[in-house]
């Protein structure tokens, strides 16, 4: 499987929203909705923020949100804040293979 | 509360094997439920799936790294561990233990909920 794609940085002024595209294939974003996102702070672990596409896990803030229209999964940040600048990840797995790829990772910058 | 802790040599030199261990505590590790995985980032660069593995022995791995590591689980240490054979500067990277879900519903979907904080691995030459 190849990694998904991402775009290397995307930026925004605070209080902004900003959409985080992930493209994959019809053989995982398309047809399953197991996309998930992962925020990472500089020298830190990753952090689950969105699963199954459109679910946040207790305790993220609802500025997070995913969405997904047709071979492309979308993370969106509204009102951005200073402490959303991360790195950020889609993640998603084949249930034909049970293989996990992770998106190429995108630069956020709070400006 | 579950946490996973990952261990192992800081420093591995070029053509010999990398081995690591992930301790999870909180929670055993022997769950229907759950697979658990290895995930990398080499310097600057994005994340990278390795393998995953049940409490069973049944593994998975990423056909890009096939051939040179291997997962292993003990069940009575609460552990599971990953061996990486014939290292290589490309295998420098931060690794990372991590829990998946073996199903999909409302409260996850094969995600990567539970992560390690991450240990350093350097190749030598």
């Known amino acids: 499987q190849s990694a998904l794609t991402q775009p290397a940085s995307v930026s925004g002024s605070p209080g902004q929203s900003i959409t985080i595209p992930c493209s994959g294939t019809?053989?995982?974003?398309?047809?399953?909705?197991?996309v998930s996102w992962y925020q990472q702070h500089p020298g830190k672990a990753p952090n689950l923020i969105i699963y199954?596409?459109?679910n946040r896990p207790s305790g993220v803030s609802n500025r997070f949100s995913g969405s997904k229209s047709g071979n492309t999964a979308s993370l969106t940040i509204s009102g951005l804040q200073a402490e959303d600048e991360a790195d950020y990840y889609c993640?998603?797995?084949?249930?034909?293979?049970?293989?996990?790829?992770f998106g190429t990772g995108t630069k956020v910058t709070v400006l | 509360q579950l946490q996973l802790q990952e261990s192992g040599p800081g420093l591995v030199k070029s053509s010999e094997t990398l081995s690591l261990t992930c301790s999870v505590s909180?929670?055993?590790?022997?769950?229907?439920?759950?697979?658990w995985g290895w995930i990398r980032q080499a310097p600057g660069k994005g994340l990278e799936w390795i393998a995953s593995?049940?409490?069973?022995?049944?593994?998975h791995y990423s056909p890009s790294l096939r051939g040179r590591v291997t997962m292993s689980v003990d069940t009575s240490k609460n552990q599971f561990s990953l061996r990486v054979t014939s290292v290589t500067a490309a295998d420098t990277a931060v690794y990372y233990c991590?829990?998946?879900?073996?199903?999909?519903?409302?409260?996850?979907?094969?995600?990567?909920?539970?992560w390690g904080q991450g240990t350093t691995v350097t190749v030598s030459s």
């Open positions: 991590a829990r998946r879900s073996t199903y999909c519903n409302r409260d996850t979907c094969f995600d990567f909920d539970i």
């Open positions: 909180g929670g055993s590790i022997s769950s229907n439920s759950r697979y």
């Open positions: 593995v049940f409490f069973s022995g049944n593994t």
């Open positions: 019809s053989s995982d974003v398309g047809n399953f909705n197991y």
């Open positions: 199954g596409v459109t």
């Open positions: 993640g998603s797995y084949f249930a034909s293979t049970a293989l996990s790829v």
